[in-house]
């Protein structure tokens, strides 16, 4: 029995024993080979996305942008390598390989204030002049600018002034005030004078700070008291010195002109005085003519006509005239028409008294 039992117990066992060993590896091995690819193919994914994310990430620290209106210096370290001026996409190592520094290369305006200085002829002024500036898109001047002002607007406005306020002083001296403010606008030269000024700025700054100079113009030019006072005087005198010149010239004209005016007058009188010789010698001419006629047809009328226009002609109205009465004309008073010549009367004369004629009034 007990080996029976012993036999038995060994059979169970290794019945039992290639039993469970068919249960674990026959079915079990059927379910693990999906189980296993799927969980190779998830750590796999898991991978290739963390790696994606890196070469996107990567490739997004590689880019950068070239925005309108700036150029960006490329550096390695801090030490510039190249410049990238095109606006759009560029490539480069990513930080902290490389670094990208933006420059503003927008235009700019700076001005100068106002600066006293000194013209040709010794006269002060007050000037202050505008500069209008820009970093111009090439790598030498970018990088230049870069180093000399650091990149600082304000610190490239602020040399701009220096820079343009010695410029002031030396052009200054190579013009006159009357060229820099005058009534007559022929005579300035403020164009010549910015052509100068941006002539002697634009090489400087250009060499040292790496900066175009684009236009260089005066804002604002007024005068000191003294030189104002100086400004005045002599303008009054030019004032003067016109007034004087158009008033001659306005004599000139007048005198031309009265001158013209008496000798027409004097030609014109001198057309009426013979028209009125002309008119009356005719007039002169009909009359003697009418009086031949008249004495033709009673001499004695004639004679009496023509001695009452003796007496009207030489009598007038405070006329006193004492003559005598037997002469032509006056005996039309007291003799009739027709009446023959009487012998002249003559009247007793007193002692020591001359015969006088008699007396009419």
């Not at 036999?7 to 019945?15: A, L, N, Q, T």
């Not at 164009?191 to 236009?215: H, K």
């Not at 009328?301 to 007038?316: E, Q």
């Amino acid at each position: 029995m007990f080996g029976h039992h012993h036999h038995g117990h060994e059979d169970g066992h290794g019945h039992g024993h290639d039993h469970g060993h068919g249960h674990d590896h026959g079915p079990h091995g059927e379910a693990a080979g999906p189980d296993r690819g799927v969980l190779r193919l998830r750590r796999y994914g898991r991978f290739g996305l963390a790696g994606l994310i890196v070469a996107v990430a990567f490739a997004a620290a590689c880019l950068t942008v070239v925005e309108p209106g700036e150029a960006l210096v490329v550096t390695a370290f801090g030490d510039p390598v190249r410049v990238l001026t095109a606006p759009g996409l560029a490539l480069r190592w990513p930080a902290p390989f490389e670094s990208v520094v933006p420059i503003d290369v927008r235009l700019r305006t700076t001005s100068t204030g106002l600066h006293d200085v000194g013209t040709r002829d010794g006269l002060r002024i007050l000037v202050q002049a505008y500069v209008e500036w820009r970093v111009p898109r090439d790598p030498v001047h970018l990088v230049q600018y870069l180093r000399s002002v650091r990149n600082t607007p304000d610190e490239a406005a602020e040399q701009l002034r220096s820079y343009a306020g010695s410029s002031l002083e030396v052009v200054s001296a190579q013009f006159d005030l009357a060229q820099l403010v005058n009534t007559d606008p022929g005579k300035v030269r403020l164009d010549a004078f910015e052509g100068a000024l941006r002539a002697r700025l634009a090489p400087q700054v250009l060499a040292t700070y790496g900066i175009d100079i684009v236009q260089v113009g005066i804002e604002r030019l007024t005068l000191p008291s003294d030189t104002l006072e100086a400004t005045v005087t002599r303008m009054t005198a030019e004032r003067n010195t016109v007034a004087d010149r158009v008033t001659a010239e306005g004599d000139r004209a007048a005198s031309r002109i009265r001158s013209d005016a008496d000798r027409d007058a004097r030609i014109v009188v001198a057309d009426a005085h013979a028209e009125a010789a002309r008119i009356e010698a005719k007039s002169r001419l009909d009359a003697a003519t009418i009086y031949a006629r008249a004495y033709a047809a009673s001499p004695e009328l004639y004679t009496l006509l023509r001695s009452l226009d003796t007496l009207g002609s030489i009598v007038g109205d405070n006329t006193r005239l004492i003559l005598r009465t037997d002469a032509a004309p006056f005996r039309a008073f007291v003799e009739e028409p027709g009446t023959p010549p009487q012998p002249p009367l003559v009247a007793p004369t007193a002692p020591g008294r001359a015969p006088g004629p008699g007396r009419v009034q």
